[in-house]
């Protein structure tokens, strides 16, 4: 049995699998990774399911120590990992040796940074997930917010042939506009609203978190439009009152009042999720048919890049 011990728990470090999607019509947030395409990298990277639990490492990373030999690898956002003080590399898997110490630094790029480790991880589930729920988190889901002095058993630890991936093709997009797709109640939108909305840059402000991102801009996604709740998924826009729109992410109601301006395509979902307070964000607007195009081709590729070793 394998075991970490942290000794720092990092800025907000939490267990998320593929979450509980399956549970959204219960009104249960379907939770999981923010930037699902680097956790599946991660895993496939160390030989396990793609959909088994990583440690999804938020701005500012965690310390921990290994107490025996393990192999592990790292994707998506750039924290400056160090093995016993030592750079390691993203998309790469590698291998720990008993009581070396994985540590953070620096933020240098994207905002969460997904940690596999091979073997199968002894945590608690809820309704079959171990992620991180966004309610009652100490009573459904203990320990899958990391705190200092957790420990955290891998059983079956396993080293398979080394692998890597390339991921400089992606990294190219990273500052490309998010694709939308028109929501529902679009069309009680001004359409001048519409223009600029898609015409102007946007923050994400301060009071942003994996329940959904505030835009700050001078666009008001305001309407006299009133609704009663509706249903909602990750990815979409909400005009609110106030006119400050808002995204859901992954720990979203399943339900609101707010008119659905728009909806993020899936294919954009983790560059999103990628993204932190402060960073500027623009919006290209795509059909339905279009947003499905990219997706299959996304599939496709993902499909083909698990298959090579």
Not at 96 to 108: A, C, M, P, V
Request: with cysteine; charged share 20%.
């Amino acid at each position: 049995m394998l075991e970490l011990s942290f000794t720092k728990p990092g800025l907000y470090t939490t267990v998320q699998d593929d979450g509980r999607a399956e549970f959204h019509s219960y009104g249960i947030p379907p939770g999981g990774p923010m930037d699902r395409a680097s956790a599946r990298r991660a895993n496939w990277l160390v030989g396990n399911a793609l959909t088994n639990p990583t440690l999804e490492i938020t701005v500012m990373g965690p310390e921990m120590t290994f107490d025996g030999p393990a192999q592990i690898a790292l994707t998506g956002g750039d924290i400056s990992a160090k093995v016993n003080g030592v750079s390691v590399s993203l998309n790469e898997s590698m291998q720990i040796k008993t009581n070396d110490r994985l540590s953070f630094g620096r933020l240098q790029s994207g905002a969460r940074c997904y940690l596999a480790i091979g073997g199968a991880w002894q945590v608690e589930r809820w309704l079959g997930s171990a992620s991180a729920a966004s309610i009652e988190v100490d009573l459904l889901t203990p320990g899958a917010i990391v705190r200092k002095g957790d420990r955290l058993r891998i059983e079956g630890s396993h080293i398979i042939d080394a692998r890597a991936l390339d991921w400089s093709k992606q990294a190219n997009l990273e500052n490309a506009p998010i694709r939308v797709v028109p929501g529902p109640e679009m069309n009680k939108f001004y359409k001048s609203i519409v223009a600029d909305f898609f015409a102007s840059d946007h923050h994400i402000s301060n009071r942003s978190n994996r329940m959904g991102y505030r835009l700050e801009s001078d666009i008001k996604l305001k309407t006299d439009f009133e609704m009663i709740s509706s249903g909602t998924v990750p990815g979409v826009i909400q005009g609110t009152n106030s006119g400050q729109p808002i995204i859901l992410m992954a720990d979203a109601q399943t339900a609101g009042g707010y008119p659905r301006f728009g909806c993020v395509a899936s294919i954009d979902l983790d560059r999103l999720g990628q993204m932190k307070p402060g960073d500027m964000v623009r919006f290209d607007m795509i059909s339905v048919a279009e947003s499905q195009k990219l997706w299959r081709e996304r599939q496709a590729l993902e499909a083909l890049m698990f298959k090579s070793v």
